[in-house]
């Protein structure tokens, strides 16, 4: 599949601090989407974007699809303990049916 | 409705062996994905099963196999089991050929010792 570069590997955060984290790709994509995965579970899905330069939210998360359609950006406002867990974006590429991930970012929360 | 069911949820093989995981799909999505996530890594593709054929598969060696029923459930098939097979496998379905999403369950564990 092709390679994500998913960014930073893991974080720890203070309750009620934003969270950011990004995906670069080698090749256009023509959806992005965000998962998050709870330990025990598999990953769940927050966020779909299917075009160039879309800013979507889902509550206190917010998404962007990158203009070069080669990045993405997932941004967790005022953040909860209930924010811990596993990120991994996705990516489709044209013509493709198959999903490929990043290597996920870990969140972790201090209370 | 019914979310992507997977079982068992945990399986124990030594070397070798052979394991076999199932999946069904959300009601009325005909394609099954396979992915495998080993500890501290992010998914693998492994297999895309749509209308009961094999459309395409990962960069894996021919021990996984599967298949996909005419009810559209799925098995993943891992022969001749290593010890770097361990590891959590999902499974995950999409609706029609133009659904850009994928529905996870919530995996099968398997410990190869």
């Known amino acids: 599949g092709q390679q994500l570069n998913q960014s930073p590997q893991s974080m720890f955060i203070q309750e009620g601090e934003d969270v950011s984290m990004n995906c670069t790709s080698s090749s256009i994509f023509n959806t992005w989407l965000w998962y998050k995965q709870d330990p025990g579970e598999g990953p769940v899905l927050l966020i779909a974007l299917y075009k160039a330069g879309e800013l979507t939210s889902n509550g206190r998360l917010t998404a962007q699809f990158g203009i070069t359609r080669k990045d993405s950006f997932l941004n967790i406002s005022a953040s909860i303990p209930s924010d811990v867990g596993i990120y991994f974006c996705a990516g489709r590429i044209p013509n493709d049916y198959k999903l490929s991930f990043g290597a996920g970012t870990t969140v972790t929360v201090r209370a | 409705e019914a979310g992507v069911t997977q079982s068992p949820t945990h399986l124990i093989k030594t070397r070798g062996q052979q394991a076999t995981l199932r999946c069904s799909p959300i009601?009325?999505?005909?394609?099954v994905y396979w992915y495998q996530q080993a500890l501290g890594l992010g998914l693998q593709f492994l297999l895309w099963y749509d209308e009961g054929e094999e459309r395409n598969r990962g960069n894996f060696p021919p021990r996984f196999s599967g298949r996909q029923f005419p009810n559209y459930s799925s098995e993943l098939n891992v022969n001749a089991l290593e010890l770097e097979d361990s590891a959590l496998y999902l499974c995950?379905?999409?609706?029609?050929?133009?659904?850009?999403?994928?529905?996870f369950g919530a995996g099968s564990r398997l410990t190869v010792l």
């Open positions: 995950a379905s999409r609706g029609d050929i133009g659904a850009n999403v994928l529905t």
């Open positions: 009601s009325g999505h005909t394609s």
